[in-house]
């Protein structure tokens, strides 16, 4: 295991190397795709049956990867099924946002192998964060008698504006190039970074609603709003990686000031924190709703959870914040789809959280605002991922990157 994914840069050059390269190739889509024949791993690796038969051969003296037996078959001799052992190696995957952090581990299956973890830790401009939560990582795998030696790389999600290509975070280490390097020394492992709203269509393209999808697009509508685009099969992230801004599309006159500086963003009016603010505002300003119970009159609790739980109980001021959400969000998806005509859109993050009070409104302004030849051509769903989302898709992102290395 060390040899092929600790010490790639000290592999001799040439046959062997590419050995190493391909049984990465083997090990990467076992954990993508789950247990298979050696057949199906020529077809999607592209190399010969004897070749992979070889490779195979290989793992299983390495101990990575087992014989489950044989399949079943469509005309002929049953095929043997290989798949990675259990536990021979482990995938941790982080989200960091601006409320907490949430640490998932997978096992060499693409299992999670204990209950995500929740930490006080929230994304600020202070790289000491990371300090913190390698601790708690550190102190999580010793209560789950997990060595860190065998956890071969670490994802990390992280909201702000990032430069893919300079590995820079604009938004909170404005001043640290190569952030995925500088993380590294403080995990003492690979460390993979990649931005929340792209990771969430990767997630979405290999886990979830996008799978097989050519051309589809994932809404991250959470304590902001991002796009994560996927055109031909691939991820785009444009020429530096900052596409996906979606939520910074003015679109609101005399909109209130954003975060990044301009008035009137999609975001001010559609995110989870956007939300909370109305929420607060309009209780202040005398209006009855339950909200105000279930927080016991401490107005600076109000979160999207609690506004949430106020509209599934018939709390009208709550459905009606909602139903001006799905409007605006509506609106904002019709620039999306005349542009991009995907043949889907997910809706993730917490908001998505309530689409049974989103979805109407947000089709009335798809109806209203859209060309229908166009709109009728894109399916809008909700993802089914949840909360795991981020974590499911650091930990495989980040291993499809140590793979590729």
Known sequence: MEKLFKNTGNQSQG??????????????TLYFLGSMSNSEL?????????????????????????????GDSSGGRRPNIYGLVEDCFY????TININRTIISIFNSNNQEVIEPQYLPVRMQSDFGIFSEI????????????????KVLVLGIELPGLVNQKQDINKTYFPQI??????VRKVFGLPVYISHDSKLRAFTEQHFGLAKDKKNALLLQVDWGLGLGIIINGKLYAGKSGYSGEFGHLPIVDNGVLCSCGKQGC??????????ARIARHGIESGKSSLIKELVNDDIEKIDISVIIEAANRGDQFAISIFSDVGYWLGKGIVYLIQIFNPELIVLGGRVAEASQFIMAPIQQAIYTFSNRDISEDTEIKFSTL??????LGAAAYALEKLASA
Request: charged fraction near 30%; proline fraction near 2%.
């Open 15 to 28: 046959v062997e190397q590419k050995k190493v390269s391909n049984k990465k190739q083997i090990l990467k």
């Open 91 to 94: 995938v941790v995957g982080i």
């Open 42 to 70: 020529s077809r999607i690796i592209k190399l010969s049956t004897p070749k992979i038969n070889s490779l195979l051969v290989e793992l299983i003296e390495d101990g990575l990867v087992r014989d489950l037996g044989r």
């Open 266 to 275: 999609l975001e001010t009016i559609v995110s989870a924190t956007a939300i």
């Open 134 to 149: 390698s601790e708690n990582l550190d102190r999580i795998l010793v209560e789950s008698q997990i060595e860190k030696d």
């Open 386 to 391: 949840g909360q795991k989302a981020g974590p």
């Open 177 to 182: 190039t190569n952030l995925s390097d500088e």
